[in-house]
T-cell receptor, first 117, second 114 residues
Framework: GESVGLHLPTLSVQEGDNSIINCAYSNSASDYFIWYKQESGKGPQFIIDIRSNMDKRQGQRVTVLLNKTVKHLSLQIAATQPGDSAVYFCAEKSASAGGTSYGKLTFGQGTILTVHP | ETGVTQTPRHLVMGMTNKKSLKCEQHLGHNAMYWYKQSAKKPLELMFVYNFKEQTENNSVPSRFSPECPNSSHLFLHLHTLQPEDSALYLC?????????????FGNGTRLTVT
């Protein structure tokens, strides 16, 4: 079946460095992508989203890049802080009618980001 | 505050017990979801409600019974669970089921079945 996966299960960085978390997706019909952050003891928290008609979207200290040609999504965190330590999930959705995955948000396994002071 | 409140935060129950998980969203959304999060597994969609109507049952065993009395409240009734049902159960809401809007999650109920 279709799935969303992550290249790296863990990522360790120094405080102040930039972090890049990658995600590969396999459903070519996906047209909406979301990044979530999950801290220990909490539910996933929405960070940023991007639609398939865009290649890049920026938020506060975060940037999401979408490469539809190779079905790749990345989350860049600038000046990473210890508070950014968490598990990061990408999720994808086909919002276009039709197909068994229509309307369903599918999550990857997650990447553990650890920021060292 | 996420706008989605789940109670209880922790629950320990025996296999013969009956308990319920509660979720309430204060975001004015029309869709609500139950997800299961187990260790080393991606989030698994369980149920979807759109305007109080169930639109998705992702092959969930009948020992899990959802209830959605209105667009703001969602329950998950549990009975005769198995130890492998121990997990974090997450409730989420979104503006609509279809279309381009993100899900907003509660902090979950950590369920332990003994």
């Amino acid at each position: 079946g279709e799935s969303v996966g992550l290249h790296l299960p863990t990522l360790s960085v120094q405080e102040g460095d930039n972090s890049i978390i990658n995600c590969a997706y396999s459903n070519s019909a996906s047209d909406y992508f979301i990044w979530y952050k999950q801290e220990s003891g909490k539910g996933p928290q929405f960070i940023i989203d991007i639609r398939s008609n865009m290649d890049k979207r920026q938020g506060q200290r975060v940037t999401v890049l979408l490469n539809k040609t190779v079905k790749h999504l990345s989350l860049q965190i600038a000046a990473t802080q210890p508070g950014d330590s968490a598990v990061y999930f990408c999720a994808e959705k086909s919002a276009s009618a039709g197909g068994t995955s229509y309307g369903k948000l599918t999550f990857g396994q997650g990447t553990i980001l650890t920021v060292h002071p | 505050e996420t706008g989605v409140t789940q109670t209880p935060r922790h629950l320990v129950m025996g296999m013969t017990n009956k308990k319920s998980l509660k979720c309430e969203q204060h975001l004015g959304h029309n869709a609500m979801y139950w997800y299961k999060q187990s260790a080393k597994k991606p989030l698994e969609l369980m149920f979807v409600y759109n305007f109080k109507e169930q639109t998705e049952n992702n092959s969930v065993p009948s020992r899990f019974s959802p209830e959605c009395p209105n667009s703001s409240h969602l329950f998950l009734h549990l009975h005769t669970l198995q130890p492998e049902d121990s997990a974090l159960y997450l409730c989420a809401s979104s503006q609509e089921v279809w279309g381009l809007s993100p899900l907003h999650f509660g902090n979950g109920t950590r369920l332990t079945v003994t």
